[in-house]
């Protein structure tokens, strides 16, 4: 069987079935076979998470195993050629094929949530990011039609990071802990240092925050995060920050 390893974006929606189409999930034995039948997909650190029967390929959701932990990608096969596309696909309309989300994974990783508005926005963010800082600052006031359920990561080579979000975590409530959010990303307050009892050494997280950094681990693999800030809409769909701040 031939494949072809192609490390590219592919707009693929334009060969698959329509999208009322009912799309049928693969067995595990189905993944298996997949996986024997191909060279680029039989290769050691890779595992087939997820699979997806979609007319004229499979669409597939694969975990692959590095020395800086484990990384989410998607694939296609084409089902006559047996070729292996890797990377994103699209309808014909432009939107982005994908596997449903888990929602219980993602309002389970939630730190906290703040705001009043009508509309839901999930914002992924660590607070040592200069990224997220520079949208921390720049949305100041823009987010009123917005409820802000906002899932905290310290990032593993940000070593301030751990620190700043159990100080952030310790406030009583959603309120406390987004003002402690902003006294450090907006206000650059350093008051999270009082938690630090040993500086030269790797800041020893409470198991209440260990716990709560692989929920978040587990939400950002199935929201398919990349980097921080990252932000979603109500149906976890990824959102322009830029557009959100202008």
Not at 66 to 94: C, E, I
Request: hydrophobic letters at 35%; one cysteine or more; a positive charge.
């Amino acid at each position: 069987m031939r494949n072809k390893f192609l490390i590219v974006a592919v707009i693929f929606g334009l060969i698959v079935s329509s999208l009322n189409a009912s799309y049928r999930s693969l067995t595990k034995k189905e993944l298996i076979d997949l996986k024997k039948s191909s060279k680029s997909l039989n290769k050691r650190g890779l595992t087939i998470k997820e699979g997806m029967d979609r007319g004229n390929s499979y669409f597939l959701k694969l975990e692959t195993k590095t020395k800086r932990g484990s990384r989410l990608m998607n694939a296609f096969v084409d089902k006559v050629s047996g070729d292996v596309y890797f990377g994103k696909g699209y309808t014909k309309d432009g939107k982005p094929i994908s596997f449903p989300k888990d929602v219980k994974v993602i309002k389970d990783a939630i730190s906290f949530s703040y705001g009043n508005g009508k509309k839901d926005l999930y914002l992924v963010t660590d607070p040592e990011c200069p990224y997220c800082i520079k949208f921390e600052k720049a949305s100041q006031g823009k987010l009123k039609d917005y409820r802000v359920n906002v899932i905290l990561y310290p990032l593993p080579y940000h070593k301030k990071s751990p620190a700043m979000v159990e100080w952030i975590m310790q406030g009583k409530d959603d309120a406390q802990k987004r003002e402690r959010l902003e006294q450090i990303m907006v206000k650059n307050s350093t008051i999270y240092k009082k938690l630090i009892k040993e500086p030269t050494k790797p800041f020893q997280t409470s198991g209440k925050l260990k716990l709560m950094i692989e929920k978040s681990k587990k939400a950002m693999n199935e929201l398919g995060v990349r980097g921080t800030p990252a932000v979603f809409d109500g149906e976890f769909n990824p959102v322009s920050w830029g557009t959100l701040v202008k």
